[in-house]
């Protein structure tokens, strides 16, 4: 699978399809006796103020319900609220404040397992920040690491006319900004190994003390898969590129990698092998210019791809996405005391199919010494069925951290500034569907409408029949105003398919206006739709899916999660 790495301003410029479909992965997190909590501040659309707060935890093997406490200013922990999810918000918080979440879980009256969170500051929104729209096409600029002295550096890769690699461009800059002076630095003639050849999840760093550029990427050849090796090439900041090797490391498979730089500048290969079925961790020698030894098998027979590593406060953690092609997919994670182990289990994270992409590279905002991480999730639209957009998309989730515990969650909008590592996610009002009273056409006893907006990405509501059209609804218990309406959909690994359907409002819950009609909806996994209306009755009214694989729609109605946000009517 073909990595963008936007971190290092690595521009690809050929898309090259890899299509390897592996054994399924759990679908549910591993949940424990344990729990952890914590949050992400974030402002309401056209409001000045970052005092709100999304909370979420970890789900408990057992509990029943669960109690969110909160605790302003180091005083008394009071009950906010009682729900069955894991994740709720909470509102207009007040400036000067500090406050701090407590997550009881409760298995009937008993309670199995508490947990605290990290403390939260309300702040005044910063001026001059940027914005990444998640609902375009839209790019993260982060600082060019690659900078030696007073010179930046980035690399394109161009491909031959009669495909495979055919260059690699050096350009530099004085300013982060302006890019030129191009030079071709690799060549497909440099070395046997080049000659009918492919790169993938590209990796370039600089090796202070040795002052060299060092590359690793998966290689291939120009036509297949059937090589599943690392490359490793090296060069002294402006100068040519000298390619050493291409090879399977300790004689395993090799196909996505990546690689991840220490605090002691210790570097380490993550490497998937056995056709994605593991997921192997490798020390690189002092100069990073070939593997150590073999540290650990992180996972066996897991089917896990893009392997990230990021450490916070001490803890590694280890993100992936499941093996499915280019389609969105379950994001995991893991987490560790120390690289050698030992790992947790593997944790979904986000919603069911990474918002409709897939986990990729997790990064600081301000390189090196920022306390703000984001997970830039692809989307690899080129390779979806039933769509003409031929385009590599990336999705902005923050990620939010607490004691070996990785969050996020979805926004339209996320606003940064990189110099003063500020991230603020941006909602369009508040959530008004949580825990509201919901029905549906038809519902299973086990899976009844009402999991469709209990809190939880994991949980399901589920139609008895595959009739079509089939409809889910909320009742928001009075008239509000609606901004945008989440959905995370059913998706059938290898029959991926895009739902069909109308957003319909009513305030007497008889008579119904189509609010928005997405019967042209081509995200799988997961919409976020605009739109404005009032209402009291909010319905989802599918009208069937197409199925990229299948002629006929063998769908049955089913929906992970509805979110309605907006306002109070005053």
């Not at 402002?43 to 979420?56: F, P, Y």
């Not at 569907?433 to 999991?451: D, H, L, M, N, R």
């Not at 009609?517 to 899916?545: C, E, H, P, W």
């Amino acid at each position: 699978m073909m990595i963008k790495k936007s971190r290092i301003a690595i521009i690809v410029a050929f898309l090259l399809l890899a299509y390897h479909f592996s054994a399924a992965v759990p679908t549910t997190q591993a949940a424990g006796e344990e729990t952890n909590i914590a949050a992400t501040l974030f402002v309401l659309k056209n409001d000045s103020e970052v005092n709100n707060a999304k909370i979420h935890w970890a789900p408990v093997d057992g509990a029943t319900g669960y109690e969110l406490l909160r605790s302003e200013n180091n005083g008394a922990y009071e009950l906010l609220q009682t729900l069955t999810g894991t994740t709720t918000d909470d509102y207009d918080l007040q400036l000067g404040s500090t406050y701090t979440y407590q997550v009881k879980a409760y298995g009937g009256s008993s309670v199995l397992t508490s947990a605290v969170s990290p403390a939260y500051t309300p702040y005044v929104l910063p001026e001059n920040l940027t914005t990444f729209d998640n609902t375009t096409k839209s790019t993260l600029n982060l600082p060019n690491e690659l900078k030696v002295g007073d010179t930046y550096y980035r690399f394109n890769f161009v491909q031959k006319p009669t495909g495979g690699f055919g260059q690699m461009i050096q350009q530099t800059s004085t300013d982060d900004i302006t890019y030129g002076n191009d030079k071709v630095v690799l060549s497909y003639t440099d070395h046997p190994d080049l000659a009918n050849s492919k790169f993938e999840g590209i990796n370039i760093l600089y090796h202070a003390s040795t002052n060299q550029f060092v590359f690793w990427a998966h290689y291939e050849n120009s036509t297949d898969y059937t090589l599943a090796r690392v490359s490793v090439a090296s060069a002294t900041p402006g100068e040519d590129f000298t390619f050493h090797k291409s090879f399977r490391p300790g004689g395993n498979e090799s196909r996505d990698i990546s690689i991840f730089k220490d605090e002691d500048g210790t570097a380490y290969l993550i490497s998937t092998a056995n056709n994605n079925s593991d997921t192997i961790l490798y020390q690189l020698t002092s100069d990073w210019l070939d593997v150590d030894h073999q540290v650990s098998t992180i996972y066996q027979n897991q089917h896990r791809e893009l392997p990230k590593v990021i450490k916070k406060d001490g803890i590694y953690y280890l993100f992936s996405s499941q093996a499915a092609g280019w389609y969105p997919s379950i994001p995991m994670y893991s987490s560790a005391t120390s690289l050698d182990g030992e790992w947790s289990e593997l944790r979904v994270i986000g919603n069911t199919s990474t918002f409709s992409a897939q986990s990729g590279s997790v990064m600081r905002v301000t390189p090196d010494t920022g306390d703000n991480i984001v997970m830039v999730a692809y989307r690899w639209m080129f390779g979806w069925a039933g769509t003409q957009n031929g385009t590599t998309e990336e999705r902005l989730l923050p990620v939010w951290f607490s004691n070996g515990y990785a969050f996020y969650d979805y926004f339209d909008q996320v606003l940064y500034d990189t110099v003063n590592d500020v991230v603020v996610p941006v909602q369009d009002g508040k959530l008004l569907s949580q825990g509201k009273e919901a029905t549906a056409q038809t519902a299973t006893g086990t899976k009844p409408a009402s999991y469709a907006n209990d809190g939880s990405y994991q949980t399901e509501w589920v139609g008895t029949s595959v009739a079509w059209p089939h409809w889910w609804k909320v009742d928001l218990g009075s008239e509000q105003q609606i901004n945008n309406v989440q959905i995370s959909w059913w998706m059938q690994k290898g029959s991926e398919g895009f739902y069909k359907y109308k957003i319909e409002t009513s305030n007497d819950n008889v008579n119904w206006t189509v609010a928005l009609d997405r019967t042209d909806n081509k995200s799988y996994g997961f919409t976020s739709d605009t739109l404005s209306s009032t209402a009291r009755y909010v319905r989802i009214n599918m009208q069937g899916a197409t199925l990229h694989n299948n002629p006929n729609n063998w769908y049955t109605p089913r929906l992970w999660e509805v979110k309605v946000f907006g306002e109070d009517i005053e």
